[in-house]
């Protein structure tokens, strides 16, 4: 198994896991040219994506979902609220399959197995991923307030990790963002800031750990050394072994072997 980014952070999310001869896009925040860029800047071409799947209805992580699925015929799954949030954005004469799921049942698609999971975010039904090859196992976990013994559960035992380190508390208390926005970031339905995606890190099997990324920064209120740091004391480890998913350039393939 592989995976890539497209890119992180409020302007864009996306991001594609590869197994055999099956590829899958988890959310696609970006327009349509900008996404099909770097879907070829990583080596493939969009009509070699077998299906999108859907976190939540937040612009940043569905801005370009259907105009991609639309223009290359790439089946969609998404929970039911995420439907009902996404019909501004669902064409009337759709190309591709739509597929509603249930936030607690596995499926598969080609060589992957997907499991979704509820988190607590400001959205309608939001859900993220674990991806399966019968092997091992890449859990990700973004746009999250807080977290939760099912989130951990889920993400135990990973053998990759793509987990949100959104923002340092002091930045954001200190930042630029308005009282309201700050609450909202910070709350239990926001993001999870550097040291709370460090202790949840602390709660979780890591013993086969091969990859780490630190994901969804905010280029306000945030610093990628800062996330490094939090998570490497945390998995005693050199910070540079922590990987940082950019806004612009994502991050390149990672092999999970």
Not at 29 to 35: E, H, I, T
Request: proline share 4%; charged share 20%.
């Amino acid at each position: 198994m592989r995976f890539a980014s497209l890119g992180s952070g409020s302007a864009g999310n996306g991001l594609i896991v590869e197994q055999g001869s099956t590829r899958l896009l988890l959310d696609c925040g970006f327009g349509l040219r900008d996404a099909v860029h770097r879907i070829t800047r990583l080596g493939l071409e969009p009509d070699a994506i077998d299906g999108i799947l859907v976190t939540h209805e937040h612009d940043d992580h569905t801005g370009g979902v259907f105009k991609l699925a639309n223009k290359y015929r790439i089946p969609v799954w998404l929970t039911h609220g995420t439907h009902v949030m996404s019909q501004k954005l669902i064409l009337t004469q759709q190309g591709f399959d739509l597929h509603v799921i249930d936030s607690h049942q596995s499926f598969s698609i080609g060589d992957l197995q997907i499991q979704p999971y509820p988190v607590p975010h400001d959205a309608r039904e939001p859900v993220q991923y674990i991806f399966e090859d019968g092997q091992h196992k890449l859990g990700v976990l973004t746009d999250v307030g807080t977290s939760t013994p099912h989130v951990e559960a889920m993400l135990n035992a990973c053998d990759a990790l793509v987990l949100e380190c959104n923002h340092d508390l002091e930045m954001l208390q200190n930042g630029p963002y308005i009282r309201s926005l700050k609450q909202r970031v910070g709350g239990r339905l926001g993001h999870l800031d550097n040291d709370s995606a460090a202790k949840l890190l602390e709660k979780l099997d890591t013993s086969k750990l091969q990859h780490i990324v630190a994901a969804h920064l905010s280029e306000k209120n945030n610093q990628p050394t800062l996330a490094s740091t939090a998570l490497s004391r945390t998995l005693n480890c050199e910070n540079h072994w922590i990987g940082i998913a950019h806004q612009a350039e994502g991050f390149d393939w990672r092999d999970i072997r």
